[in-house]
Structures are given as structure tokens and as C-alpha cells.
């Protein structure tokens, strides 16, 4: 059974904090995203990966960095945390086996910035 | 930018009904067209998608049409029961399929008994 895992549940933090937000999967998946989830605004995209150490900028990248340093491991990094990045994040993982485009998700972290 | 437009935003029906939900997608190089469910406290799940080159898909209950012209996609679900209550979500390929999704805000499913 395929598996995508975050490494929180809820997470409070205060403003000007650095957060990790960790993910995880275990499909051996060459391509990995994170989405922020909004009411009223649906899933955007943060940032994606490709491949080990390798990241592009989805629509909404400003105020977050990603590392890739393993294949199974994606990770959101907010360096100054600020009150209106209180959301909730989604981790996914796909292949790029041809005809497999499914996008796992991963539970998701909320994430509230007092 | 790319965008995806999905109405209504929140549908209520009466089981045993249909329920169909729209989305219209702006990049013409987008080729694949997935419809995903989320449940209360769980991430988006696949439940159905069309490539390209297909106008119509089906799978038991749910079905998906495409009007690559128009631009338009729609989820059809029929005879509706308690259990698909749950947000949907379209979303087109950033271009070629195999790369990021583009996905509309999500349409609140309710089915009443």
C-alpha cells in the first residue's frame, strides 16, 4: 500500500520562527510536491521536485525554501514564519513511469503561526 | 497564468441523484485532467482522470467528459449516496502530463438521505 507521511499532524509556532515541515514516501517516487490548502482557494502549489537536490517554484514559493537531499524525502521550510502562512500543507509523491501520472497525498500539517 | 476554474463551489443533492461539476482550464498544452475526493481529515484521493486523446471516461458511478475545443471538463456522479459527500477537486497538467497540477478550488459535495 502506498504510502505518503508528514511528519506532524498540527504544529503551532510563533512569528519569526524557522519550521521544518517534513515528508516522506515510500514508493521510491522521482517527483514530490508541496501544496498549501485554503478555504475558498483550493490546493497551489508551492514547489516541486523532480529528482534528489533538484526543485522548481510552484505559484505561491515566496517566504518558503524545499530541500531534497534524499529521494524518499521532501522538506517545506518557512524561514520567518509569519501569521498568514497559517494554513494547511499537503505533501504529494508521484512516478514518471509513462502512464502513471497519480498524485499521492500525504494527510497533511496544520499549521498555525501566532 | 495557467488557471482552472471548477463550479459550483457547494452542491447539495438527495441521494439516489446525480451530481455534475464543472471545470474550464486555460493552458492548451494541459493534456490530463484528474479528478481527486478529500474526506474530512485526509488528503485529496484519485478517483477518476482522461488524457487528452479520450472525450469521455467511465468508472461504475463516476464518469468524466472532456471538450478539448471548449476547454471544459466535468465529473459526473450518479445515484449518489451519503458517502460521496466529500470535497471535490479538478486540476489540469501544467502542460504535458507527468508535471504539475493546476487545481480548481474544490466543490462541497453534500448527499442527504
Known amino acids: 500500500d502506498v504510502k505518503v507521511t508528514q511528519s506532524s499532524r498540527y504544529l503551532v509556532k510563533r512569528t519569526g520562527e524557522k519550521v521544518f515541515l517534513e515528508c516522506v514516501q515510500d514508493?521510491?517516487?522521482?517527483?514530490m510536491f508541496w501544496y498549501r490548502q485554503d478555504p475558498g482557494l483550493g490546493l497551489r502549489l508551492i514547489y516541486f521536485s523532480y529528482d534528489v537536490k533538484m526543485k522548481e517554484k510552484g505559484d505561491i514559493p515566496e517566504g518558503y525554501s524545499v530541500s531534497r537531499e534524499k529521494k524518499e524525502r521532501f522538506s517545506l521550510i518557512l524561514e520567518s514564519a509569519s501569521t498568514n502562512q497559517t494554513s494547511m500543507y499537503l505533501c504529494?509523491?508521484?512516478?514518471?513511469?509513462?502512464?502513471?501520472?497519480?498524485?499521492?497525498f500525504g494527510p497533511g500539517t496544520r499549521l498555525t503561526v501566532t | 497564468g495557467e488557471n482552472v476554474e471548477q463550479h459550483p463551489s457547494t452542491l447539495s443533492v438527495q441521494e439516489g441523484d446525480s451530481a455534475v461539476i464543472k471545470c474550464t482550464y486555460s493552458d492548451s498544452a494541459s493534456n490530463y485532467f484528474p479528478w481527486y475526493k478529500q474526506e474530512l481529515g485526509k488528503g485529496p484521493q484519485l478517483i477518476i482522470d482522461?488524457?487528452?486523446?479520450?472525450g469521455e471516461k467511465k468508472d461504475q458511478r463516476i464518469a468524466v467528459t472532456l471538450n478539448k475545443t471548449a476547454k471544459h471538463f466535468s465529473l459526473h456522479i450518479t445515484e449518489t449516496q451519503p458517502e460521496d459527500s466529500a470535497v471535490y477537486f479538478c486540476?489540469?497538467?501544467?502542460?504535458?502530463?507527468?508535471?504539475?497540477?493546476?487545481f480548481g478550488k474544490g466543490t462541497t459535495l453534500s448527499v442527504s438521505s
Open positions: 514508493m521510491d517516487h522521482e517527483n
Open positions: 482522461i488524457r487528452s486523446n479520450v
Open positions: 504529494a509523491s508521484s512516478s514518471t513511469g509513462f502512464g502513471s501520472y497519480e498524485q499521492y
Open positions: 486540476a489540469a497538467s501544467k502542460g504535458q502530463a507527468g508535471t504539475a497540477l493546476i
